[in-house]
T-cell receptor, first 114, second 115 residues
Framework: AQSVSQHNHHVILSEAASLELGCNYS??????LFWYVQYPGQHLQLLLK??????LVKGIKGFEAEFIKSKFSFNLRKPSVQWSDTAEYFC????????????FGIGTKLQVIP | DTEVTQTPKHLVMGMTNKKSLKCEQH?????MYWYKQKAKKPPELMFV???????INESVPSRFSPECPNSSLLNLHLHALQPEDSALYLC??????????????FGSGTQLSVL
């Protein structure tokens, strides 16, 4: 079975600081990887995804993530965070092929201080 | 319209009640999902419908009964629930459900409390 670990449950940063949120997955086969974000009072929405090709994936709002197969990792990065990035971030994995059976990590709450 | 709409937003029910959660989308998506999320936990998949047929049931107790009357509508019928079933119930949709890298579109959820 697939699983996802997110190491940081609560991160507090000042505006303009750099962000890196860790995500590791466990699965023996090929996977698709996602980062979803939930802004306060809003629904979950896709930030970016990786399924093939360039392991460095760029998403909305200046976020990017790098898939490192040897480390089973898909860390999320942003060079300079803004107050509006305050949200909860979920890493997710789905085994390649077949139906959508997405497994989510526990989430990381990011608080950006102006 | 890129929204998934869930009603009601909040629901309180007793253990002997029967209630239903409703989810609707008008994006032409053919796959719809129910997730359950307890406090400080990740969303957990319950059911997947693809082209109005149940394709995944994650060993969910029978007191939860999903229904997909048409491609735009997904219901979750609740009966004889337990207090531990209190959670946020999220609905999601995707284009077809048959491709594993599809983007999921989520609703805002129904916060359910079972007394």
């Amino acid at each position: 079975a697939q699983s996802v670990s997110q190491h940081n449950h609560h991160v507090i940063l000042s505006e303009a600081a750099s962000l890196e949120l860790g995500c590791n997955y466990s699965y023996g086969g090929t996977v698709n990887l996602f980062w979803y974000v939930q802004y306060p009072g809003q629904h979950l929405q896709l930030l970016l995804k990786y399924f093939s090709g360039d392991p460095l994936v760029k998403g909305i709002k200046g976020f990017e993530a790098e898939f490192i197969k040897s480390k089973f990792s898909f860390n999320l990065r942003k060079p300079s965070v803004q107050w509006s990035d305050t949200a909860e971030y979920f890493c997710a994995v789905n085994a390649r092929g077949g139906y959508q059976k997405v497994t989510f990590g526990i989430g990381t709450k990011l608080q950006v201080i102006p | 319209d890129t929204e998934v709409t869930q009603t009601p937003k909040h629901l309180v029910m007793g253990m002997t009640n029967k209630k239903s959660l409703k989810c609707e989308q008008h994006m032409g998506h053919r796959a719809m999902y129910w997730y359950k999320q307890k406090a400080k936990k990740p969303p957990e998949l319950m059911f997947v419908y693809s082209y109005e047929k149940l394709s995944i049931n994650e060993s969910v107790p029978s007191r939860f009964s999903p229904e997909c009357p048409n491609s735009s509508l997904l219901n979750l019928h609740l009966h004889a629930l337990q207090p531990e079933d209190s959670a946020l119930y999220l609905c999601a949709s995707s284009l077809s459900g048959g491709v594993s890298n599809e983007k999921l579109f989520f609703g805002s959820g129904t916060q359910l409390s079972v007394l």
